[in-house]
């Protein structure tokens, strides 16, 4: 789960971390508002959106009148922002931050996530600041640092010095990383972080170092025990079939193709997503119904690809272990039967209860296309998929 900067910081502040000051505003009035109480003078107003590149694409923009400020505010509200990350179509401006300005001397990169192979949580940084890291890590690797914190010991001083010396920090700005560093793994920790990305880092002229940017997500297993963290979901910056996905416990992302796909097994999913690449189409979704799922979760899985209007055809691919077979037969009829079917359907059932599910399938009197294995079933989709247009 991901949420907004304004938020990100304000959880980074109830930890003590140096964050600049801000207000969130979600209309014009409170924009200006907000430049009047934090008294300038110069303010930041940013675009919100869950979405990296804001900077680039005019979401950012460094005021110092409050009139600029509420003409920025008027600009920004209620436009389509287009980054990197939004994807053509872009996401629509619903809040703003308006946050006071920062005399910058220096910009750095800090990143905390989870690494994963050695089951530490790992710090990331590097002198780029204001860079993406992928692109540093692509052309300047040798500027970049990246180290375990061993869950036993947490956080040490030598972890700060370390960064400090990588960073070029002087004594002054080294004793603040030293006091802020632990501060954002107990954060990173305590809240069940799976990153925490500050881009940029930077030191003022004053000789202050600060978080200027924060891009924070959770890891969704631990959101059970953080209903504060919940609390902040902007349902509004996420695609309305991912919201249905997550009532019934399904792993669903949307994607930009013509073929739907219904799968259990993260693995077998992206196979299956593969082989359609392959084959010279692409998926409209990534769907793991798992393998505990019911009937009932099943032709729910069915109804939010169906709702996806650029679906041109469905192959539903199940390898039956935990997952039976027939439990999938019997949601896809039950869907089917519900929401109508105007799209090629493929179906590829192995495993546990194979042949009473191609039963339960062939008796439905559907127009349900079977096949043996996955490339059998993927060539047959994409036939049918470009047959239909």
Known sequence: MNIHEYQAKAVLREFGVPVPRGIAAFSVAEAEKAANDLGGPVWVVKAQIHAGGRGKAGGVKVVKSVDEVKREAARLLGSILVTHQTGPHGKEVRRLYIEEGSAIEREYYLSALVDRAASRVAFVASTEGGIEIEDVARTQPDKILSFSVDPATGFMPHHARRVARALGFNRDVAKQAGDALPKLYQAFVAKDMSLLEINPL?????????????????????????????????????????????????????LDGTIGCMVNGAGLAMATMDIIKLYGETPANFLDVGGGATKEKVAAAFKIITSDPNV?????????GIMRCDIIAEGVVAAVKEVGLRVPLVVRLEGTNVDLGKDIISKSNLNVTSADDLDDAAQKIVRAVRGAT
Do not use: M, W
């Not at 297993?221 to 249905?244: G, S």
């Not at 041109?312 to 039956?320: D, E």
């Open 202 to 254: 930077v030191v003022t002229k004053s000789g202050q170092l600060i978080c200027l940017d924060a891009k924070v997500g959770f890891d969704d297993n631990a959101l059970y025990r953080h209903p504060e963290v919940v609390a902040l979901r902007d349902l509004d910056e996420e695609d309305e079939k991912e919201i249905e996905a997550s009532k019934y416990d399904l792993n669903y992302v949307a």
């Open 312 to 320: 041109k055809g469905i192959l539903v691919n199940i390898f039956g």
